[in-house]
T-cell receptor
Framework: GAVVSQHPSWVICKSGTSVKIECRSL??????MFWYRQFPKQSLMLMAT?????????EQGVEKDKFLINHASLTLSTLTVTSAHPEDSSFYIC??????????FGQGTRLTVV | AQSVSQHNHHVILSEAASLELGCNYSYGGTVNLFWYVQYPGQHLQLLLK??????LVKGIKGFEAEFIKSKFSFNLRKPSVQWSDTAEYFCAVLGTGANNLFFGTGTRLTVIP
């Protein structure tokens, strides 16, 4: 299947700093990418849908000024957690869909804010 | 609105036991259904998917799932589990016309050797 690469896989940052997470589709072009957040023992919660060349669509309750999403090309989307706080610590997962509706997932990024 | 329910939060089985994980969805239209697996420390991988046709779908590693439209269900089954099946299993639904997958809360499967 197609490959989605997410980087970094683990990051620790100080409270108040910003962290950027990259999501790349390696062997297909993804016009749409998705960003999820996964809390311990819970399901994936969709944060936003990222469309190449346009503004991301955020789910209700997700602060768009805090979670900045950029989808500048067909193979790269980035999520920047701005002014991170300990409550932002979580597992963030990106996903990209091909034309067959199957979604491929990155390996996830575990963010710890101290 | 779409929603997915997985009622089994944690299932513990001995090797060679049979497995069935429940998945029920809610959506007022045609759906595509998926089961994903997340092995410890790894990313989500597709086990199987249903788009149309035969409601009994066979996936990788001996897994299968049956779509029962009247029950809005898509249960995952495996006749004989192995220790290597220990993982988190997620059911997901994509409604026709929708753009993103909705996931269930996941079921943690622990297989005891």
């Amino acid at each position: 299947g197609a490959v989605v690469s997410q980087h970094p896989s683990w990051v620790i940052c100080k409270s108040g700093t910003s962290v950027k997470i990259e999501c790349r589709s390696l062997d297909f072009q993804a016009t749409t990418m998705f960003w999820y957040r996964q809390f311990p023992k819970q399901s994936l919660m969709l944060m936003a849908t990222s469309n190449e060349g346009s503004k991301a669509t955020y789910e209700q309750g997700v602060e768009k000024d805090k979670f900045l999403i950029n989808h500048a090309s067909l193979t790269l989307s980035t999520l920047t957690v701005t002014s991170a706080h300990p409550e932002d610590s979580s597992f963030y997962i990106c996903s990209a869909r091909d034309i067959g509706a199957e979604a491929f997932f990155g390996q996830g990024t575990r963010l710890t804010v101290v | 609105a779409q929603s997915v329910s997985q009622h089994n939060h944690h299932v513990i089985l001995s090797e060679a036991a049979s497995l069935e994980l429940g998945c029920n969805y809610s959506y007022g239209g045609t759906v595509n259904l998926f089961w994903y697996v997340q092995y410890p420390g790894q990313h989500l991988q597709l086990l199987l998917k249903y788009f149309s046709g035969d409601p009994l779908v066979k996936g990788i590693k001996g897994f299968e799932a049956e779509f029962i439209k009247s029950k809005f269900s898509f249960n995952l089954r495996k006749p004989s589990v192995q220790w290597s099946d220990t993982a988190e299993y997620f059911c997901a639904v994509l409604g026709t016309g929708a753009n993103n997958l909705f996931f269930g809360t996941g079921t943690r499967l622990t297989v005891i050797p």
